[in-house]
């Protein structure tokens, strides 16, 4: 991802009929949700830092100098303190147990190694840490699925590494996070997935 230069000039653009005709609202229900201190994973260009506000602070992780770029901008316009890191989510610059809530918009498609990533998270997770996903996915077996993986050696190269039949769903199932609510768009195509770190539930 972070060698595509022209990706983040083009991203918001493309973006745009998404996120005003269902993303938005979507993105802005499940960042009420973050608390304390928050690790956001790939913030791309900052799309996600207007609707923080009652949290202590972000930390948002970017690969891609050129949404970082991008990112600062919007950071500016954010209700809480926004760090902006030049890092990747496969290796986080923060210590053990130090965020209240991670955060991550249609971002585990382009990670490198995914696994690696939800192993990272974990660490970096305060006990009963809460864990907010939006996500693309591969669908159940069908036509569309069919699709996803035909389309993905092309779209990887042309979207910023971005992989249409990633089942980020089924990673979380498999790590040590705890997935409490999943809530399905666009016929399975989209996921948005509440977890939480050490197996806590949101009872606990």
């Known amino acids: 991802m972070e060698g595509n230069k022209f990706f983040p000039l083009i991203y918001d653009l493309a973006m745009?009929?998404?996120?005003?005709?269902?993303f938005q609202n979507i993105r802005k229900r499940l960042i009420k949700q973050a608390e304390g201190r928050v690790?956001?994973?790939?913030?791309g260009t900052g799309v996600n830092f207007p609707y923080y506000s009652n949290v202590y602070s972000v930390d948002a992780v970017?690969?891609?100098?050129?949404?970082?770029?991008?990112?600062f901008k919007n950071g500016k316009h954010a209700e809480v303190p926004i760090r902006v890191h030049d890092a990747k989510a496969e290796?986080?610059?923060?210590?053990d147990q130090t965020f209240d809530s991670v955060v991550a918009t249609l971002v585990f498609c382009t990670i490198s190694d995914p696994?690696?990533?939800?192993?990272?998270i974990?660490?970096?997770?305060?006990?009963?840490?809460?864990v907010i996903l939006f996500e693309h996915v591969r669908t159940e077996?069908?036509?569309v699925?069919?699709?996803q993986d035909i389309l993905t050696p092309l779209w990887k190269r042309m979207c910023g590494g971005c992989h249409l039949n990633r089942n980020t769903l089924d990673l979380l199932e498999k790590s040590n996070l705890t997935v409490e609510h999943v809530d399905s768009y666009y016929k399975g195509i989209f996921l948005t997935i509440i977890a939480r770190a050490n197996g806590l539930s949101l009872s606990d």
Do not use: D, Y
């Not at 690790?39 to 913030?43: A, F, I, K, R, V």
């Not at 696994?115 to 990272?120: G, I, P, Q, T, Y």
């Not at 974990?122 to 809460?130: M, T």
């Open 16 to 22: 745009r009929p998404l996120e005003r005709r269902n």
């Open 39 to 43: 690790l956001e994973l790939g913030s």
């Open 115 to 120: 696994v690696l990533a939800l192993n990272e």
């Open 91 to 95: 290796q986080l610059p923060f210590n």
């Open 141 to 143: 077996p069908n036509w």
């Open 122 to 130: 974990e660490r970096v997770c305060k006990p009963g840490a809460k």
């Open 145 to 147: 699925a069919c699709t």
């Open 62 to 71: 970017e690969p891609n100098i050129g949404m970082v770029n991008h990112a």
